[in-house]
């Protein structure tokens, strides 16, 4: 005999695939939990791939945010005033030291000039040869002076040069007079441009044939130069 349903009873058929398909997803994460857990390791790399991607794309000269540093309220470094450019004190370039030497003696006439490139005529010697000098002609017994500031390094006297007197200068410059008589200096003398240091003489073998002159030599490191292109304007 077929038993009556009350309407109270649920029906048995609903529950039971309910607790299957449950029962059958359980079993199927127990299988293949390894598998799950290896394709979501999959897809967070990638995730992390393409986040890497987006930021690398980004242009390099982008501007770097700038810092911005706060002053420390207890930073006890002074504050220095930069000084007032009325107060900051001026100080005069030092002047260009210049050789500008005066003639040897006043109112000279150069009777033969400096010549190392070309043969002059010697008539002491009755022939052509270079002339390593400048010749300043003048009366016999004119006082000959010092042509600029410097310190007597060398004196003799003979028979032939006569006199000879070479004071050394700054940077390099030398110069030496001949044909001198009545030398008044001597070797370590601090000389000024002005002073005497001899007279013009004569008798001395030495170019005896020209008129009475003092012979004036340069040097500038150790060069012979000629004296001429380094006087002052008024005296050449």
Sequence with gaps: MKRKKTSGEAPVEGGGRAKRAAANVAVFF????????????ILAIAAMIVVAAVL??????????????????DDDTP????????????VDPEPEWTFAPELPVEQATVSQGHSEDELVFNATENKWKTHIGTDFAAAEGSEVKAVFDGTVTAVSTDSYYGGVVEITHENGYVTTCKLLGDVSVAVGDKVESGDVIGKIANGFYFECADAPHVHVELKVNGEYEDISTYLKEGDK
Excluded at 30 to 41: G, V
Excluded at 79 to 90: E, F, H
């Design 30 to 41: 127990r299988k293949n939990i390894y598998i799950i857990l290896m394709i979501l390791c």
């Design 56 to 73: 690398g794309s980004q242009p390099d000269d982008m501007p770097d945010t700038p810092t911005i540093q706060v002053p420390d309220d």
């Design 79 to 90: 504050i220095v005033t930069p000084p007032d450019d009325d107060d900051t004190p001026t």
